[in-house]
């Protein structure tokens, strides 16, 4: 079993950057794949960027590759997401997930949930 809870969205300027964190527990994460999906008012989820339990392996949406980062630390069982250039149309809630299998793109693979966390960005 995994908990995930997010943290660091609010409210900043286009060209602006914030940088979320996801604090996980359970005996498990030390073996989860983990990924970042957001979800914009009246729109479907979608995935934003995603990396492998060790770290090695990370994967991006087209629309934020080259302005969003992933990483993970282990050591304090966190993932974060460093968001530069933020966009109006970044704005979103954005969650946190995890699963036992690999990475994916797909939020039907992730098997735990955060409760999201707001961004928005203003023009």
């Known amino acids: 079993q995994v908990q995930l809870v997010e943290s660091g969205g609010g409210l900043v300027q286009a060209g602006g950057s914030l940088r979320l964190s996801c604090a996980a527990s359970?005996?498990?994460?030390?073996?989860?794949?983990m990924g970042w999906f957001r979800q914009a008012l009246g729109k479907e989820r979608e995935f934003v960027a995603a990396?492998?339990?060790?770290?090695?392996?990370?994967g991006y949406a087209a629309s934020v590759k080259g302005r969003f980062t992933i990483a993970i630390d282990s050591a304090k069982n966190t993932v974060y997401l460093q968001m530069n250039s933020l966009k109006p149309e970044d704005t979103a809630v954005y969650y946190c997930a995890a699963t036992m299998r690999s990475y994916s793109a797909r939020p039907d693979e992730y098997e735990y949930w955060g409760q999201g966390t707001q961004v928005t960005v203003s023009s």
């Open positions: 990396i492998g339990w060790s770290g090695a392996s990370t």
């Open positions: 359970g005996r498990t994460f030390s073996r989860a794949s």
